[in-house]
């Protein structure tokens, strides 16, 4: 059982001291950043980061971000830096923005997967920053939870998954963005999306003057297994529930909204998870309704998007049938996540 150390009123120094020192002897430590709930080891301390992939049942291809307080810890773990990276991060951090830059000897092959690059993220929640301040060493930390499961957003949502796997979870209260950070990687002088997240294709654009998707992120291909992913952790099942689901989309939403009707009629204990204002619409083919906030504001809906994947398993319907969102601005964040909680099982009418 590891130590609770509940931050969510005051951000309590000591508390962060004690979490520190956890992380500075080699430990595990839960705790929040703005984007989700992470699992930190010192990210310069190899046997420490093993400890993150066990716990994680992660496979040890899929590298780590590392996760920094300032520039100068920056300048300690990687080099040749374009000023196109350089414009990105003064734009994005502190941030929801991981860039991928070449890394130096000191950071272990355990977080990049034996890549000569590292991810880099400085992180704007306020208990990430104290902590990494104080460890004085860059965090490594990948989403808390199990490999596959949706990532954490509260501590509620993760503790008894993860309680006998850290030796330290701080609660921060429920993170503010809800889905990880957008990771980008410069290729020929292009910013190129590995992973959408809050920080959108139009605002990288608006910096770099040019931004391209990777094919990966929205195509329901499928990765051949030995096809070479720029990052690695696209190739691998993530943020699903137990339970079968399918995601539907449409422009139109009266189509949207039949569609999932229809399929809701064809199965028994059907779950459906949904915008509140057509919660009402899906009452005469299901009770069993979770609400992901309104469909005017994806804010809301991104933060509130892995906890609803995470009762469905309190529930264990037969199905699942998730609304979809437009496609732009963090929409596609949203619909990267769903695409992959419902293993490509996504109908777009
Ligand atoms: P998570 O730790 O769950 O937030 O996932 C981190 C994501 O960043 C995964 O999709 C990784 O594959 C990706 N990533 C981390 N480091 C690198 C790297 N050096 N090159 C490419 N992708 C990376
Ligand atoms: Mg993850």
């Known amino acids: 059982m590891s130590r609770y150390l509940d931050l969510r009123k005051d951000i309590d120094n000591l508390k962060i001291e004690e979490a520190a020192k956890i992380l500075k002897s080699g430990g595990l430590v839960v705790f929040p950043t703005e984007t989700v709930y992470g699992i930190g080891a010192n990210g310069l301390n190899a046997e420490a980061v093993e400890k993150i992939y066990i716990a994680k ?7 780590l971000i590392l996760h920094i307080a300032d520039k100068e810890m920056l300048e300690k773990i990687v080099e040749n830096i374009m000023p196109i990276e350089e414009k990105l991060m003064e734009a994005f951090w502190p941030g929801p923005f991981t860039i991928i830059l070449k890394r130096k000897t000191c950071v272990p092959d355990i977080v990049t997967g034996g890549l000569d690059t590292v ?13 990494i301040k104080e ?15 949706p990532s954490g957003t509260t501590v509620e949502d993760i503790f008894e998954e ?7 979870i701080i609660d921060g209260g429920k993170t503010q963005v809800g889905l990880e950070s957008t990771v980008v990687r410069v290729i020929d002088g292009i910013p190129n999306i590995l992973r959408p997240g809050k920080i ?9 003057g040019n931004v391209k998707i990777d094919k990966h992120i929205l195509e329901q291909t499928k990765i051949e297994k030995d096809e070479k992913v720029l990052s690695p952790g696209m190739k691998y099942r993530h943020y699903a529930p137990d339970s079968k689901c399918v995601l ?5 939403e009266k189509d949207m909204i039949k569609k999932i009707k229809d399929i809701a009629k064809t199965q028994c204990r059907v779950t459906i998870i949904s915008c509140r204002e057509n919660a009402e619409y899906y009452k005469e083919v299901t009770n069993s309704i979770i609400n992901i906030g309104s469909k005017d504001d994806l804010n809301e809906i ?20 998730i609304e979809g969102v437009k496609q732009e601005g963090i929409g596609l964040a949203i619909m990267n996540r769903l695409i992959r909680a419902c293993g490509n099982n996504y109908i777009e009418i």
């Open 162 to 168: 993860l309680k006998d796997k850290v030796d330290c």
């Open 119 to 131: 991810g880099v993220r400085m992180p704007s929640g306020e208990i990430a920053q104290k902590l």
């Open 248 to 252: 539907v989309y449409s422009r139109n």
């Open 135 to 149: 460890v004085a060493s860059p965090i490594a930390a990948p989403s808390a939870n199990i490999s596959g499961k």
């Open 302 to 321: 991104s933060k509130n998007i892995f906890s609803a994947l995470r009762e469905v398993d309190k529930i264990m319907p037969n199905l699942v049938i």
């Open 57 to 63: 049942g992660r496979k040890q291809d899929n590298p």
């Open 200 to 208: 959108t294709p139009e605002q990288i654009k608006e910096i770099a």
